[in-house]
């Protein structure tokens, strides 16, 4: 077949992964030729893309022929403030923080152990709790985490003045590519014997946060992955509950060759 030209070469309708293709390598106009085989060939593509979503603590185990994975781990929401005392307003709760991180095949190994980061509860007479933080790789040696948020205050009881319960701080994203917070929750107030609003959840990457409830109201739980629970208000009677947060979540969108 010499002196074909490429156009003219017979096509090969069954080639076998051990064939070999011929790469003019041409940089500075002084041609090199390469052999490839086609199996060299194929690692260069993604064949498919899988989400694993990861909603309880355990082991991720990658997908067969998994070659990278972008991971995005998002912290638990926390607790928001309760009306507790008699003419009072809670805070909201934190949203958890966000992580995100391209890993390869390599990096996760046969399996890696993650956490998912619990929901802070909300305030029902002994104070609420923050969210959990969320990572992959066991505790001390993470390849992505985010924390969670933290616990809205409720408030003491209207008195002659103002009053506030503060609000939790969002969580934040401390291990990835890309290293986002949560939003806080906001401050509940109460300025009369009667009047008051709790403060809003803060919401995490996902959106969601427990919304700020009516007057003499319970707060609302949040509503997505990693939300702040919304603080309540009381207003003649006491324990008008905080709403709890949301746990965390990981997703794991792996490309597969």
């Not at 990658?62 to 929401?77: D, E």
Request: charged share 10%.
């Amino acid at each position: 077949m010499s002196g074909l030209k490429i156009t003219e070469l017979p096509e090969n309708t069954a080639p076998l992964t051990t064939d070999k293709l011929i790469i003019i390598d041409d940089p500075a106009v002084t041609p090199a030729s390469q052999n490839i085989t086609i199996a060299n060939l194929l690692t260069l593509f993604v064949s498919n893309v899988v989400m694993q979503v990861k909603t309880a603590t355990g082991t991720y185990t990658p997908t067969s022929g998994m070659k990278k994975c972008l991971v995005i781990c998002v912290g638990g929401g926390g607790g928001g403030g309760g009306g507790i005392n008699t003419d009072s307003a809670g805070g909201g709760g934190g949203g958890g923080g966000t992580a995100i991180k391209l890993l390869t095949s390599t990096d996760i190994g046969a399996s890696k152990a993650f956490t998912i980061g619990a929901a802070g509860a909300g305030d029902s007479g002994s104070g609420a709790s923050a969210g959990g933080s969320t990572y992959l790789g066991a505790g001390g040696s993470e390849l992505v985490r985010a924390t969670g948020g933290g616990l809205g205050a409720s408030s003491a009881a209207w008195s002659a003045a103002y009053v506030y319960g503060a609000g939790g701080a969002g969580g934040v994203g401390n291990i990835g590519d890309l290293q986002m917070a949560g939003s806080p929750g906001q401050i509940g107030t109460t300025w009369s014997g009667s009047l008051g609003e709790a403060g809003a959840g803060g919401c995490s990457f996902l959106g969601g946060n427990g919304l700020q409830p009516a007057v003499n109201t319970a707060g609302a739980d949040g509503g997505s992955y990693g939300a702040g629970g919304g603080g309540g208000h009381a207003s003649a009677v006491t324990n008008k509950n905080g709403g709890a947060g949301i746990i965390g979540v990981i997703y794991i969108i792996e490309f597969l060759g």
